[in-house]
Nanobody, 123 residues
Framework: QVQLVESGGGLVQVGGSLNLTCTASGGSFNDYAMGWFRQAPGKAREFVATIRWIGGRQYYGDSVKGRFTVSRDYDKNTGYLQMNRLRLDDTAVYYC????????????????WGQGTQVTVSS
């Protein structure tokens, strides 16, 4: 079964950038979309962005629109989340997920998840 592995999280200052990677291992990524979600302590999981695997159409949450860019390398079975102009409230554990066929923005529509990677933005 294809598993998702995130990498690229870390500590960055306000205004900085990070690029998260999500690699599908154990097979080809054949799902409808690769989504990115985040969860901060004490808060609900939040939709960040998603990309349709075929065609590459992108969708963003309102809080990251214009600052984050989602992309994918079809041949490498890898997705990316480029995060620019990071803010304190971007601090969270970021997850990539596979699915989205029943709705691109709802986490319940994704059935495989990575382990998460911590992003901490400091002042």
């Amino acid at each position: 079964q294809v598993q998702l592995v995130e990498s690229g999280g870390g500590l960055v200052q306000v205004g900085g950038s990070l690029n998260l990677t999500c690699t599908a291992s154990g097979g080809s990524f054949n799902d409808y979309a690769m989504g990115w979600f985040r969860q901060a302590p004490g808060k609900a999981r939040e939709f960040v962005a998603t990309i349709r695997w075929i065609g590459g159409r992108q969708y963003y949450g309102d809080s990251v629109k214009g600052r984050f860019t989602v992309s994918r390398d079809y041949d490498k079975n890898t997705g990316y989340l480029q995060m620019n102009r990071l803010r304190l409230d971007d601090t969270a554990v970021y997850y990539c997920a596979a699915g989205g066929g029943q709705g691109l923005r709802g986490g319940m529509n994704y059935d495989r998840w990575g382990q998460g990677t911590q992003v901490t933005v400091s002042s």
